[in-house]
């Protein structure tokens, strides 16, 4: 008899157990993978909330599109949170929709 090898029963056994470990590990990746995104939406607002005010103190005082904003080097082009969300300037307010 060859003992140098895995018997069938013996791999099965070993895939049911990975299986069953992927099914309870799968669920909490996913959940805080929504929550990391969240944050880092949450992140983003306020770096370009800051970068909004920096521009209001150089500008005297005017409050800037986002556009304005990607033009005078402030924040980067094509400004999106993690979870896909637009970022918007209303009224000097930095909102995601």
Do not use: W
């Amino acid at each position: 008899m060859n003992d140098k090898g895995f018997t069938l029963l013996e791999m099965l056994i070993v895939m049911l157990v990975i299986s069953i470990l992927l099914l309870i590990t799968i669920p909490n990746i996913t959940r805080h993978h929504q929550a990391i995104q969240a944050k880092g939406c949450e992140g983003l607002k306020s770096m370009v909330s800051t970068q909004v005010m920096a521009y209001e103190l150089e500008h005297d005082g005017k409050t800037p599109s986002l556009a304005e904003l990607e033009k005078e080097g402030y924040v980067k082009k094509g400004l999106t949170c993690p979870n896909g969300k637009a970022i918007v300037i209303q009224n000097g307010n930095v909102k995601h929709e």
